[in-house]
């Protein structure tokens, strides 16, 4: 299971900014979370980012709630604000 998560960086003010904050995001995301992701576009935009997540379970409702509880887990994080969030069955 899949997702692309659509993010706003307002107080970032330069690239080095955006890299700082998503890599911070990543990496407490991963090290909570038991899912893969990277930054999938919006690279060279220094207050945009969109994270691709990928889950793998044997279950998808497992898959669909990791995802869930990530989304969420971003959506608290004062530095980032989501803008839109999908998550599709591959």
């Known amino acids: ?22 890599k911070s995001l990543k990496e ?17 935009l220094w207050q945009r980012a969109t994270l691709g997540l990928a889950a793998v379970s044997n279950e998808a409702d497992h898959a669909q709630k990791s995802l869930d509880e990530v989304i969420r887990f971003i ?3 004062l530095r980032v604000q989501v803008l ?3 998550i599709e069955e591959r």
């Open 1 to 22: 299971m899949c997702a692309q998560v659509q993010l706003y960086l307002s107080q970032s003010q330069s690239l080095k900014d955006k890299r700082q904050v998503v």
């Open 28 to 44: 407490r995301i991963r090290s909570r979370f038991n899912v893969a992701l990277a930054e999938v576009e919006h690279q060279e």
């Open 75 to 77: 959506e608290q994080d």
């Open 84 to 86: 839109d969030w999908e």
